[in-house]
């Protein structure tokens, strides 16, 4: 299907009147945490979202997770790593169909997102490995990869992405709704009331840490790949002088859009506290990171939506909850799939970019205009 570009008006994508089918399309999301791929299925137009589908999770082998990591920065055998996460990526396709009794020929269109080895939008460069040429081949299903290049080439962010999908969730829910996802980086949304035209009031960015230094720190102090509900967290006390030293870093002096690489803060305040004191100190950074990203909204959000794994460790949410002082609750309360979101986000978003829709807004990358994005392929 090639991209739907009828003028300037269908072009921005707001209160589309048109006659394009939804289709089932498929999305891949592996994320700064480095736990796995998440795939899901998602009937849309990409304006509006009419089915959700199957969603899998497909944890990486310990081996291949520490390979991955090696290439973060860009370093590496970063090639041979590149071809591998792809070909994982092919197998967790055809898992996803089998378990949601599919064929290839059901799905139109796959959002591949691949993984970030490399975010510095501000020297122009993102860097996303995977090959989507050869995961059409692979599936046989027609791919989009590279979502963010086009975005950060014309001044953006390149990030966060995920807005227009959480906007098209959230039509009829009470606003201003914030909707944070806890991956590896932390990242929100602000959804204000969109204006008569239907075009979206959005802001979205970067707050700081997300999961990836609590993760990084519980690996280095005890060998465990995370703090699993919380636990070390729950038992340490805060040293309020090292959330300081990172909170004195130009970046949240910044306004919005803004974003970040995964590892643009570095573990050395932590240095010498025990497991249990540096897990309760990262956990207050992140929840204070959060709280200052908010002094930006153009109003008070009145309630917090949270995704990513972050919404499954109770310190962090009790946390959040403490910093923000309004409702602070996992998406499942409104029915969403945390779990899946992101990937839905890069399913919703591969529609969008076949139709040439933007991916991007001003307002949530920093994007001088509304801005499409992502490379198609087909099987050879």
Partial sequence: MAPVTNGPANALGWNWMSDVDPVWALGLMSGTSLDGVDAALLRTDGEQV???????????????RERLRATLGGVGDVEAVARELTTIHARVVEALLRQAGCRASDIGVIGFHGHTIFHAPEAGRTWQIGDGALLARDTGIDVVSDFRSA????GGQGAPLAS???????????RPLAVLNIGGVANVTWIGRESPSGEPDLLAFDTGPGNAMIDDWVRRATGRLYDEDGALARGGTIDTSAIGRWLSDPYFRRRPPKS??????SLDPVRGLS???????????TAEAVR????HFPAAARRWLVTGGGRRNPVIMAALGAALSVPVESV???????DALEAQAFAFLAVRSRRGLPLSLPSTTGVARATS???????A
């Fill in 50 to 64: 009419s089915g959700v589908g199957a969603f899998l999770t497909v944890p990486y082998e310990p081996s291949f």
């Fill in 373 to 379: 994005g992502g490379v198609s392929h087909r099987p």
């Fill in 332 to 338: 499942e309360a409104v029915g969403w799939n945390g």
């Fill in 164 to 174: 227009l999908y959480h906007w098209a969730l959230a039509r009829t829910l009470e």
């Fill in 292 to 295: 200052q990203g908010a002094m």
């Fill in 151 to 154: 975005d950060v080439a014309v």
């Fill in 260 to 265: 970040l690489d995964r590892n643009a803060f």
């Fill in 275 to 285: 497991p249990a004191d540096g897990a309760a100190t990262l956990v207050a950074f």
